[in-house]
């Protein structure tokens, strides 16, 4: 989670052409993604990942949220009618002070953790089950690190996606990202 005060810097923007199955609420043709000079390309991953795994109106990626009460930029946010977050996504670095933080600054959200392998999910996982944070709260996905090593290799400026729904039981996602399809499992866990 990053602080609202922090200096701006550098962006390069990246966009990506969406394509889906899903019957629900449909993706966007078009989203950008901006990425600092600070951040790792595989947030840029993560957070296309989850946008695209729980996409719904109103969903946001990496904005301010201008409620002097938040004092966090999410990666990913869905606010509800009332303009209050019901989901944030955490994709880069977190830990369970943090987490239980953000827990209370936004207590109607569901809160997820995405990582870059199923370790690094375990890891928070751990952390939180040991900080003995509020129960029901909490949700922890780790990919396949050689799954998001791939995607990282495939990112261009430009993109084209063909998104499959995900699935949670058992956790599945599928995809066409620029001419390669990718069919990966995904760690699930729950606090």
């Not at 987490?99 to 375990?122: D, G, H, Q, T």
């Not at 998001?148 to 699935?167: K, Y």
């Amino acid at each position: 989670m990053r602080r609202t005060t922090e200096v701006s810097r550098k962006i390069v923007k990246i966009s990506f052409q969406l394509e889906s199955q899903t019957t629900r609420v449909p993706l966007p043709h078009k989203i950008l993604m901006g990425k600092s000079d600070n951040e790792g390309i595989n947030v840029i991953v993560l957070r296309l990942l989850g946008y695209l795994m729980f996409f719904g109106e109103h969903m946001l990626i990496d904005t301010h949220l201008h409620d002097h009460n938040i004092p966090f930029v999410p990666d990913l946010v869905r606010m509800n009618y009332e303009g209050h977050p019901e989901f944030w996504a955490e994709c880069g670095d977190c830990n369970a002070k943090k987490l239980n933080r953000l827990a209370v600054k936004v207590p109607e959200a569901e809160i997820w953790v995405l990582r870059r392998s199923p370790e690094e999910a375990e890891k928070i996982h751990r952390s939180i089950t040991k900080a003995k944070l509020r129960k029901g709260r909490y949700h922890v996905i780790g990919f396949q690190p050689a799954m998001i090593d791939h995607l990282e290799e495939l990112l261009t400026s430009r993109n084209e996606i063909f998104w499959m729904p995900a699935e949670f039981e058992p956790p599945q996602i599928q995809l066409d990202f620029n001419g390669h399809w990718i069919d990966e499992t995904f760690t699930l866990l729950h606090y």
